[in-house]
């Protein structure tokens, strides 16, 4: 009998207030030997925070990352049809979600091996319900382009979306390109919109504005280097 | 100063294999005296289910829907502003996600109300992860249209986005409808494409499956009368 899959979400924020993570997270991680992560660095730390008990140099990590050889997926696939279950793990939330995971998760499917996801923190979803905008209908973008020339072009293109349509606009950054992209935002986004920045959720620095681009454009925020989400919608 | 709108996901399942809820609920649960619900009822038993020890006599409620009147959102208001701290919950999941609230959200934020969002369920999300469809770009669409006809063109039309765009299309389903919108998903959608189910997601019913349209035409589950997500995408 074939092995489990269990998707296992992380902190996303390094200073939580609070432990994000549901009692049974700590029974899998009492007990898996086998791990998919990221970055093992990373999931060592949270296994050790979990459960002080793990004896970490007993367990098996394979990596998975964009650049994934099939070889690894090859491997796991098969510790998993040998009944072995495994654990998946991203660098911060929900694995396969705005991280890598996904190839893994859909070859399970094919070769029907059971999938188990478990309840965890996702910035998308947080900023998402703390925002004020449309929770009804919402798109989730990613990463915007680097180049300074291709952002504005982007942020026109998903600008007219969110003007037509009723999906809120979500989009994610990285930490020291915060700033750039919230000043384009500002400057590109049609002055009807509303954005929400959330940054640190469930953190220390937990900061979550909804506000109009006209007020953001007199009050910007202090963006410090952490993880932020932004939100672009109408609201009537 | 002004009191705190808490945002408490509940269960998504009525038939929980594991809790789903991080111990900040309970710590809240176990003080708040104001609440803002979808329904008394069901608000009442999450509520008992999470301390026993709560009096719901001497909490104070308030319904939130989609035909909510401006004064329950003044009434609210209000007393946020007077520093009482506010739990509001959803039927089932994140609250203002496929869900009412997010008015009560956006009317905080114009008022500076500070919104604390906890981690807990969201099937959306859970479906998403558990897919091996793309988690890097999707957009969520909400309910489908009740009509055969409206559905049809509705399909037609996102499967074009699915085909053209990088985007996971996501469905939520009324369960008395699962059957007929599985049926039109599997006659109206490209074969390219891959059809996840995901039913009762974190329940003893739990079933999530990734494949094929042409898989699915010839192998339809059997849909009980139980939330269902549908997800729509491409794999290379």
Known sequence: MSGKLILIPTPISDTEKYSTHIPEIQKYISVLKIYVVEEIRTARRFIRSIDKNVVIDELQFFILNEHNSAQVLGDVLKLLKDGHTVGMMSEAGCPAVADPGADLVFRCHTESIEIEPLVGPSSILMALMSSGLSGQQFSFNGYMPAKSDERQKYITILNKTAMAGGHTQIYIEAPYRNKQVFDDLVKYVSPQLWLCVAMDVTGKEQYIKTAS?????????????LPAIFLIGKHS
């Not at 681009?213 to 280097?225: A, C, D, E």
């Open 213 to 225: 681009i006209k007020w953001w454009s007199t009050n910007p925020p202090v963006l410090g280097k």
